[in-house]
């Protein structure tokens, strides 16, 4: 076991024993696929991109369940049948989803709720607990002031329409509608079905998830999206299958507890993968740098290289060396610096050189 799934265990059993959120189906621990940089999916609707993902993130049907009208019972995939693929960047704070799914009635004629759902709640801090005003503890505090202080501000829920006709492509459930538009969240839909008709639905699209959603997007703390890191996540289908019906038939969701869809502990642990072997370089130079006191010019060096590495030589920019991992180095005269850092492993060298990156007055 990695040093990193070591102390992710650890961490699970402190947070069990705290009393810290605890998040539903403890058994199963669903994959978020990492694309490569240069690899990021184009929200177009189109699966081209999702090919490099394995079948094993392809979450299906038969891990949904009808908590409300079902009572926990399994889906009859000839009249809705779904698969679900995440993914990330690493470095950037978005998630991608990917969601095709075949319906024998997609209901989406009528302006409003009623059509068909797919209901995606996410908890990018893991800080549980509930987020909608009428889960919020003080029972007194005014609806819509508990609205507003409360309702989607530390776990989001999308109520994406499938597909969406004459309205927005999704209703954020929240005091936040921002959070659906750009720079915060794109989509795309590709389908040839029309309302009552039967059909296969693609649809694809990146949000971003926040541990602090305020109503005005200025007071917003981003998630910051780590590897090997979990976050809180689940969704749901809300399947239609008649216009002159107020409610829906099937409440499938993944989570397999009908609240999750305000309470960020019944969500499910998803987990941000590193990015696999095949994408990787066998050896590949990278470092990053944090100035530890400006008047003294102090800089930490810090080798952040991939691959197995038994040598460094770091070049400094002004005639200093040094062959340590992660140098500290005090700079004489203040500067831009052209900074070098050589490694050689097993599988051959590199280096990696940053231009005037490190400057000190």
Do not use: C
């Amino acid at each position: 076991m990695s040093k990193k799934s070591i102390l992710g265990a650890a961490l699970a059993v402190l947070t069990v024993a705290a009393g810290l959120p605890a998040l539903e189906r403890p058994e199963v621990e669903f994959k978020i696929f990492q694309f490569p940089a240069d690899r990021i999916p184009r929200i177009d609707a189109k699966t081209d991109d999702w090919e490099i993902v394995p079948d094993s993130y392809a979450i299906g049907s038969d891990q949904l369940s009808d908590t409300v009208k079902g009572k926990g019972a399994k889906i009859d995939r000839s009249s809705l049948d779904v698969k679900v693929k995440v993914g990330w960047v690493k470095g950037m704070p978005h998630l991608y989803v990917l969601y095709e799914a075949f319906d024998n009635y997609w209901d989406f004629a009528q302006a409003g709720r009623h059509n068909d759902i797919f209901e995606l709640v996410v908890d990018g801090d893991l800080s549980g607990g509930p987020f909608i005003k009428t889960l919020h503890p003080n029972k007194n505090l005014d609806p819509m002031k508990a609205h507003f202080l409360f309702h989607g501000l530390h776990a989001q829920n999308y109520h994406i329409m499938t597909p969406h006709e004459g309205q927005d492509w999704t209703f954020v459930w929240g005091s936040q509608p921002w959070v659906k538009e750009l720079p915060w969240a794109n989509a795309a839909y590709d389908y040839d079905f029309k309302p009552g008709e039967s059909g296969k639905l693609i649809l694809e699209f990146w949000i971003t998830p926040f541990d602090y959603a305020p109503p005005e997007p200025e007071r917003a703390v981003v998630s910051k999206l780590e590897e090997d890191e979990v976050i809180g996540m689940s969704w749901s289908i809300l399947d239609y299958d008649d216009v002159n019906r107020n409610d829906y038939e099937g409440f499938w969701n993944l989570s397999h507890k009908t609240t999750m869809y305000g309470d960020a502990n019944d969500l499910v642990a998803f987990r941000l993968m590193p990015l696999e072997k095949r994408f990787r370089k066998a050896i590949d130079a990278a470092w990053a740098f944090q100035v530890l006191d400006m008047e003294r010019r102090l800089i930490a060096f810090q080798d952040m290289s991939e691959g197995e590495v038994t040598s460094w030589k770091w070049d400094f920019g002004e005639g200093s060396t040094s062959t340590e991992q992660h140098p500290l180095h005090a700079y004489q005269k203040a500067g831009e610096y052209v900074v070098t850092l050589y490694i050689e492993g097993p599988a051959g060298s590199a280096r990696r050189t940053r231009v005037r990156d490190v400057a000190v007055r």
